[in-house]
């Protein structure tokens, strides 16, 4: 199965296409990923992130959307941690 997890665009490493590379922050953590099929994306925007490639923008709002469902989706399942 394949996943998108959005992520937050916190800063370009490499802004030049077709290797531009930015970091994104998931829930508080960073990692480098590819953003040659965003190239409009921007600092403060949200993306969607597949193998570490950035693959398209979506707006804040539907990011929040995807991270309450996968808050949901760690309540469910028993792998939340205990308090």
Known sequence: MCL????K???????ETPFAKAEIEFDGVRRVC???C???AEVGDYVIVH???AISRIDAD???????ELAKLDDDD???DEP
């Open 51 to 53: 193998a570490g490639i």
């Open 62 to 68: 539907e990011a929040q959307r995807v991270f309450q």
């Open 34 to 36: 590819h953003m040659a």
């Open 4 to 7: 998108g997890i959005p992520g």
């Open 9 to 15: 665009v916190v800063q370009f490493t490499q802004q």
């Open 38 to 40: 965003v190239p409009e």
């Open 78 to 80: 028993g792998w939340k």
